[in-house]
């Protein structure tokens, strides 16, 4: 579809993400097993597969709030296993979370300052003398913050609790806070999750505009419909394997993946 | 009743006849306060009318203006007849002070911390041990000449107590840093018990506390050659140390830093994947908690002439603890008026009834009633848990409103276990 040349590739050396033989075990489970991944800049690149398949499992493993038991993962060209988050956020890597989990006493300002947290400078002595600098970062920031809620559509919402939005507007609060962070790749765990349709095209239309910013993104979603019209290419994992990989077309005609996930139930979104 | 109530709520809210009725309590309750000093009453009535003029619906200007008439002049006056209050504000600044930076901690961090008043001994006897004959004990012969310290230290020595206090901090922060909850809990307060064992046993091999005794005579600061040794100069540095440390709480919280610690304690999963460094995060909050402690430590001992392991008890620490869970845990305000509430009551009020029940009712000498007041103290704290669990005013933390956040995720998705899900 929209789809431009250079994020059809498959994987190549410069390749923004690249997984290789992730693995992760829970005793006796393995979530994970053995994982190739490979997302080019400007992509969005979906990966789906049935519940407990390991997708969340995965973007734990990425972004570094869980030790692999075994693998690869190299962002923008260096190895960031073993690094912990917040050194992953800062090198450009920010994700949402499938169970919503923003700061609920905090205002939706403050939710999206907290993501500008690695990109500001100010420490303990500038926030208590307010030195000029300080106060030039803050307002910028505070600036920023305005306009990226407005981007995901809560401008009206800045000074509300984050506890006390609706569903949908919780899931865009995240993406606005991750978006803070000035991620290169975003990572986005199950968007559309509760949304209905008309809110979940439109968190379509924000991911494009987020692509067209220059950004990549990693998407996990069960909406099929979802996926299939936003996506230039779709990894399917099951049972932590990941059993297929190609365009969204070639998945859904792929016997094995629909044998695992689309078979079942073809909305599969429950 | 109710009629009252309404009445007050409205004049409060009306702009217009809330600063004159502001400024009418204050006027009545200052006379009354400058002309019966020694009346408790009266200073309970001023400290009612300051908190009526928090609520009152005006500008900034006219409050800050009734607070200092309150602050500089009404208490100096009425306190120089009666030196007991003076000595109790004092307390009372610092017991704000405390509260304030314990509530940084607990409050805005989310880390129990039930040692706290070890970094107000830290600050209390790096002091005292240098600004008292105490020196003499333990510095080499050729530099006993210059001790104990001149009254101007005492300003060189506020940063080194916060230092020290700070230092203080971070040795508490290293060994708890995997801990949460009550792990946390336990071993903060030992660490309190650690200090105040330090303090009792370093009398020996060398004299650095004199333990058990404690340093008496300590210097007191001197301004431009003045001499500040009463209490109401105790009373001024008491009262520009503790807006200081408001000021700096404030702002604080409204920065960088103050937001990492918020979404620190709200979830710690989620903080780090905003790029916040749990570690250094939790560190800096103990450390700049402690750094707040240690300078009204050097207040504490030039005030008292004296400090020994005493003052420092886990009891003290649970005390600042209960200021700040009182008053409404990581708000501002909350610590203010909680660290008011309990200085007021433990050291007047309770003190108040117990001399007026040991004169009133005939009971036998055994029944000492001022070693009753931690146990009305904590009846207090008890019903106030169960009836205002919040605190007084409390802080921002819509605890309902994230059980409902809980619900609200649909089921399919709360799988709790997984680390980020
Ligand atoms: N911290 C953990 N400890 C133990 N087991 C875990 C943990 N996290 C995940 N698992 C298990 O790993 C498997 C994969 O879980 P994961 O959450 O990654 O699946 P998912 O593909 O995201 O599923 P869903 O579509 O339901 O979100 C599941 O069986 C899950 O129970
Ligand atoms: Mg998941």
New interface residues.
Partial sequence: MSAPDRAQGGSHVHSLLRVQGLTRRFGGLTAVADVELAVEAGQIFGLIGP?GAGK??C??LI?G??PPSAGAVEFGGRSIVGL???RV??LGM??T??????????TAR?NV???A??R?R???F???F?TPA?RRE?AAARERAVRLLDLVGLGDAADL?A??LP?GR?RRLEIA?ALA?EPRLLCL??PA??MNESESRELMDLIRRIREQGMTVLLIEHDMHVVMNLCDRVAVLNFGQKIAEGSPAEIQANPAVIEAYLGRDDSAA? | MSGIKNWLAGTLQDPRRAPIFAGALVALTSLFQVLAPFNSLAFLLVIVSMLVVGKAATSKWVKLGLAVLVTLVVIPVAGRQNGALTYLCVQMFINIALALGLNLVVGFAGLLDLGYIAFFAGGAYVYSMFGSRQALEFMPESLQHLFPLGGWWFWAAIPIAIFVAAFLGLTLGLPVLRLRGDYLAIVTLGFGEIIAVLAKNLDHPINLTNGAGGIVGITPPSLFGYKLDTTLSFYFIGIVLAILTAL?MY??E???????W??MR??E??????????TKYKL?AFM?GAAFAGAMGMLFAVKQNFVSPDSFSFLESIGILAMVILGGLGSLEGAVVGAVAVTVLKLLILKDLADFLSMTVKLPPAFNIPQYQPLIFGLILIVMMIYRQQGLLPG???TE??A??ET???K?????K????
């Fill in positions: 519940n969340t499992t973007f734990n972004t709030l869980l912990a988050p917040h956020t800062a920010a994700r979370f499938q169970n919503i989990r923003l700061f609920g006493a905090m403050e300052l907290v993501g947290h690695a500001l100010a420490g303990v500038g926030g208590i307010r300080v803050e609790p506890a006390g569903y919780q806070r962070t765990d199950e999750a509760g429950d | 700096a702002r604080l409204r920065s960088r830093t103050g937001r990492a918020a979404a709200e979830d999963v989620a903080a780090r994947a905003m790029g916040i460094n749990l800096m700049a921002r933390r819509p409103d994230i409902q956040l609200r995720t649909p399919k998705n709360t799988t709790g997984s680390v980020g899900a």
